[in-house]
Protein backbone atom coordinates (compact mmCIF):
# COMPACT_ATOMS: atom_id res chain seq x y z
CA UNK A 1 0.00 0.00 0.00
CA UNK A 2 1.54 3.48 -0.94
CA UNK A 3 2.50 5.87 2.22
CA UNK A 4 -0.63 8.39 0.77
CA UNK A 5 -3.35 5.04 1.26
CA UNK A 6 -1.51 4.30 4.83
CA UNK A 7 -1.91 8.03 5.79
CA UNK A 8 -5.34 8.47 5.27
CA UNK A 9 -6.17 5.45 7.04
CA UNK A 10 -4.32 6.51 9.91
CA UNK A 11 -6.03 9.54 9.46
CA UNK A 12 -9.71 7.96 9.21
CA UNK A 13 -8.71 6.25 12.73
CA UNK A 14 -8.07 9.57 14.30
CA UNK A 15 -10.40 11.19 13.00
CA UNK A 16 -13.17 8.69 14.79
CA UNK A 17 -11.63 8.38 18.39
CA UNK A 18 -10.53 10.47 21.11
CA UNK A 19 -6.88 10.19 20.02
CA UNK A 20 -7.34 12.55 17.56
CA UNK A 21 -7.37 15.60 20.04
CA UNK A 22 -4.30 14.00 22.53
CA UNK A 23 -2.41 13.61 18.96
CA UNK A 24 -3.24 17.55 17.71
CA UNK A 25 -1.70 18.58 21.07
CA UNK A 26 1.42 16.64 21.07
CA UNK A 27 2.41 17.98 17.39
CA UNK A 28 1.15 21.27 18.37
CA UNK A 29 3.80 21.23 21.17
CA UNK A 30 6.27 19.90 18.69
CA UNK A 31 5.49 22.49 16.27
CA UNK A 32 6.22 25.02 19.64
CA UNK A 33 8.93 23.90 20.89
CA UNK A 34 10.40 23.35 17.22
CA UNK A 35 9.87 27.26 16.62
CA UNK A 36 11.52 28.41 19.97
CA UNK A 37 14.40 25.98 19.41
CA UNK A 38 14.91 28.19 16.08
CA UNK A 39 14.43 31.47 17.52
CA UNK A 40 17.34 30.20 20.33
CA UNK A 41 15.21 29.86 23.43
CA UNK A 42 13.95 34.04 22.69
CA UNK A 43 11.64 34.61 25.33
CA UNK A 44 8.91 35.52 23.28
CA UNK A 45 8.66 32.08 21.39
CA UNK A 46 7.47 30.62 24.16
CA UNK A 47 6.85 27.02 23.28
CA UNK A 48 3.48 26.77 24.91
CA UNK A 49 2.37 30.32 23.66
CA UNK A 50 3.11 29.14 19.90
CA UNK A 51 0.82 25.33 20.89
CA UNK A 52 -1.76 26.69 22.10
CA UNK A 53 -2.26 29.17 19.71
CA UNK A 54 -2.18 26.31 17.48
CA UNK A 55 -4.70 24.72 19.03
CA UNK A 56 -7.12 27.29 19.53
CA UNK A 57 -6.80 28.28 15.56
CA UNK A 58 -7.72 24.32 14.77
CA UNK A 59 -10.58 24.75 17.29
CA UNK A 60 -12.32 27.34 16.08
CA UNK A 61 -11.33 26.18 12.11
CA UNK A 62 -13.18 22.84 12.49
CA UNK A 63 -15.94 24.13 15.21
CA UNK A 64 -14.49 21.78 17.18
CA UNK A 65 -16.09 22.48 21.44
CA UNK A 66 -13.69 22.59 24.09
CA UNK A 67 -15.43 19.40 25.71
CA UNK A 68 -14.83 17.40 22.48
CA UNK A 69 -11.27 18.30 22.50
CA UNK A 70 -10.65 17.59 26.27
CA UNK A 71 -11.66 14.40 25.74
CA UNK A 72 -9.25 13.35 23.66
CA UNK A 73 -6.58 15.53 25.39
CA UNK A 74 -7.14 14.96 28.84
CA UNK A 75 -4.60 12.39 29.58
CA UNK A 76 -2.07 15.66 28.70
CA UNK A 77 -4.25 16.97 31.54
CA UNK A 78 -3.09 13.78 34.14
CA UNK A 79 0.52 14.10 33.73
CA UNK A 80 0.26 17.13 34.78
CA UNK A 81 0.36 15.53 38.42
CA UNK A 82 3.44 13.19 37.53
CA UNK A 83 5.20 16.54 35.72
CA UNK A 84 5.20 18.60 38.48
CA UNK A 85 6.26 15.76 41.26
CA UNK A 86 9.49 14.58 38.84
CA UNK A 87 10.74 18.75 39.92
CA UNK A 88 11.71 16.50 42.79
CA UNK A 89 14.72 15.13 40.96
CA UNK A 90 16.70 18.40 39.87
CA UNK A 91 15.35 19.59 43.67
CA UNK A 92 17.56 16.80 45.01
CA UNK A 93 20.36 17.30 43.14
CA UNK A 94 20.17 20.83 44.17
CA UNK A 95 19.29 20.84 47.94
CA UNK A 96 22.39 21.97 49.41
CA UNK A 97 22.04 25.18 47.79
CA UNK A 98 18.16 24.98 48.21
CA UNK A 99 18.79 24.46 52.38
CA UNK A 100 21.71 27.15 52.43
CA UNK A 101 18.88 30.19 51.10
CA UNK A 102 15.51 28.72 53.36
CA UNK A 103 15.62 32.19 55.41
CA UNK A 104 15.69 34.61 52.14
CA UNK A 105 13.36 32.56 50.38
CA UNK A 106 11.16 32.06 53.01
CA UNK A 107 11.33 35.74 53.02
CA UNK A 108 10.60 35.82 49.33
CA UNK A 109 8.27 34.28 49.53
CA UNK A 110 5.86 35.75 51.81
CA UNK A 111 6.74 39.52 50.06
CA UNK A 112 5.66 37.99 46.56
CA UNK A 113 2.23 35.89 47.24
CA UNK A 114 0.91 38.46 49.28
CA UNK A 115 1.84 41.61 46.48
CA UNK A 116 0.63 38.90 43.75
CA UNK A 117 -2.66 38.73 45.78
CA UNK A 118 -3.09 42.46 46.97
CA UNK A 119 -2.09 44.32 43.72
CA UNK A 120 -4.69 42.26 41.75
CA UNK A 121 -7.11 43.01 44.04
CA UNK A 122 -6.72 46.48 44.89
CA UNK A 123 -6.38 47.15 40.90
CA UNK A 124 -9.25 45.44 40.20
CA UNK A 125 -11.35 47.07 43.25
CA UNK A 126 -10.07 50.50 41.44
CA UNK A 127 -11.11 49.71 38.17
CA UNK A 128 -14.57 49.05 39.47
CA UNK A 129 -14.68 44.82 39.17
CA UNK A 130 -17.31 42.96 40.47
CA UNK A 131 -16.56 40.95 43.70
CA UNK A 132 -16.86 37.68 41.81
CA UNK A 133 -14.28 38.88 38.99
CA UNK A 134 -11.59 40.05 42.23
CA UNK A 135 -11.76 36.99 43.63
CA UNK A 136 -10.76 35.41 40.72
CA UNK A 137 -8.13 37.96 40.09
CA UNK A 138 -6.37 37.00 43.14
CA UNK A 139 -5.22 33.68 42.40
CA UNK A 140 -3.95 34.40 39.39
CA UNK A 141 -0.36 33.58 40.31
CA UNK A 142 -0.89 29.49 41.62
CA UNK A 143 -1.34 26.96 39.71
CA UNK A 144 -4.59 26.38 37.65
CA UNK A 145 -6.08 23.64 39.80
CA UNK A 146 -5.43 25.62 43.21
CA UNK A 147 -6.62 28.91 41.47
CA UNK A 148 -9.97 27.57 40.33
CA UNK A 149 -10.70 25.81 43.96
CA UNK A 150 -9.79 29.07 45.79
CA UNK A 151 -12.27 31.02 43.11
CA UNK A 152 -15.33 29.15 44.13
CA UNK A 153 -14.44 29.31 47.23
CA UNK A 154 -14.45 32.77 47.43
CA UNK A 155 -17.50 33.51 44.90
CA UNK A 156 -15.82 33.81 41.84
CA UNK A 157 -15.73 32.40 38.46
CA UNK A 158 -13.31 29.18 38.01
CA UNK A 159 -13.01 29.40 34.66
CA UNK A 160 -11.87 33.24 34.23
CA UNK A 161 -9.86 31.91 36.64
CA UNK A 162 -8.02 29.76 35.06
CA UNK A 163 -7.54 32.37 31.97
CA UNK A 164 -5.80 34.61 34.53
CA UNK A 165 -3.54 32.01 35.44
CA UNK A 166 -2.69 30.98 31.90
CA UNK A 167 -2.65 34.45 31.03
CA UNK A 168 0.05 35.48 34.16
CA UNK A 169 1.92 32.42 32.85
CA UNK A 170 2.52 33.33 29.66
CA UNK A 171 3.30 36.86 30.72
CA UNK A 172 5.86 36.13 33.07
CA UNK A 173 7.52 33.66 30.69
CA UNK A 174 8.04 36.31 28.04
CA UNK A 175 9.09 38.75 30.13
CA UNK A 176 11.07 37.08 33.23
CA UNK A 177 14.72 37.19 31.37
CA UNK A 178 14.63 40.85 30.13
CA UNK A 179 13.11 41.93 33.31
CA UNK A 180 15.99 40.61 35.09
CA UNK A 181 18.42 41.42 32.85
CA UNK A 182 17.23 45.22 32.94
CA UNK A 183 17.17 45.04 36.71
CA UNK A 184 20.63 43.78 37.21
CA UNK A 185 19.38 40.37 38.96
CA UNK A 186 22.65 37.81 38.21
CA UNK A 187 21.86 35.16 40.35
CA UNK A 188 20.09 32.35 38.71
CA UNK A 189 18.41 30.94 41.69
CA UNK A 190 16.84 34.21 42.65
CA UNK A 191 15.51 34.97 38.76
CA UNK A 192 14.33 31.31 39.23
CA UNK A 193 12.35 31.72 42.69
CA UNK A 194 10.83 34.96 41.41
CA UNK A 195 9.71 33.51 38.18
CA UNK A 196 8.04 30.35 40.25
CA UNK A 197 5.94 33.19 42.73
CA UNK A 198 4.84 35.04 40.29
CA UNK A 199 4.09 32.74 36.96
CA UNK A 200 3.70 29.08 38.24
CA UNK A 201 4.11 26.49 35.91
CA UNK A 202 4.90 28.23 32.96
CA UNK A 203 7.65 30.42 34.51
CA UNK A 204 8.86 27.62 36.16
CA UNK A 205 8.88 25.86 32.54
CA UNK A 206 11.00 28.68 31.38
CA UNK A 207 13.33 28.85 34.00
CA UNK A 208 14.19 25.49 33.32
CA UNK A 209 15.53 26.54 29.47
CA UNK A 210 17.60 28.60 30.94
CA UNK A 211 19.24 27.44 33.71
CA UNK A 212 18.32 24.15 35.77
CA UNK A 213 19.16 26.09 38.96
CA UNK A 214 16.83 28.21 38.19
CA UNK A 215 14.47 26.06 37.34
CA UNK A 216 14.89 24.12 40.61
CA UNK A 217 14.13 27.51 42.58
CA UNK A 218 11.68 28.33 40.46
CA UNK A 219 9.99 24.85 41.11
CA UNK A 220 10.16 25.25 44.43
CA UNK A 221 9.01 28.91 44.82
CA UNK A 222 5.23 27.18 42.54
CA UNK A 223 4.95 24.52 45.47
CA UNK A 224 5.31 26.78 48.11
CA UNK A 225 3.53 30.15 46.78
CA UNK A 226 0.90 27.26 46.10
CA UNK A 227 0.56 26.36 49.65
CA UNK A 228 1.07 29.54 50.72
CA UNK A 229 -2.08 31.04 48.84
CA UNK A 230 -4.20 28.26 49.69
CA UNK A 231 -3.40 28.65 52.91
CA UNK A 232 -4.46 32.03 52.55
CA UNK A 233 -7.82 30.75 51.86
CA UNK A 234 -8.69 31.27 55.29
CA UNK A 235 -8.43 34.88 55.27
CA UNK A 236 -9.27 35.68 51.72
CA UNK A 237 -13.18 35.15 52.17
CA UNK A 238 -13.40 37.85 55.20
CA UNK A 239 -12.94 40.19 52.38
CA UNK A 240 -15.23 39.19 49.85
Known amino acids: ?12 YLAETPLLWLTA ?3 AYVVGDTISAACR ?8 VIAAAILI ?15 GAQFVHF ?3 PATVALAVPLWR ?17 AGSLTAIGTAGAIGWALGAPPPVIASLVTKSTTAPI ?22 GVLGAVIVTPLMNALGVRDYAARGFAAGVASHGIGTARAFQ ?21 AAFLILPLFF
Open 1 to 12: MSDGGNIHRIWV
Open 25 to 27: TLV
Open 41 to 48: RHPLANPV
Open 57 to 71: AVLTLTGTRYQTYFE
Open 79 to 81: LLG
Open 94 to 110: NRARVAANLVPMAAALL
Open 147 to 168: AMALAEGLGGLPALAAVLVVLT
Open 210 to 230: VSEEAGVFAGVAMGLNGALTA
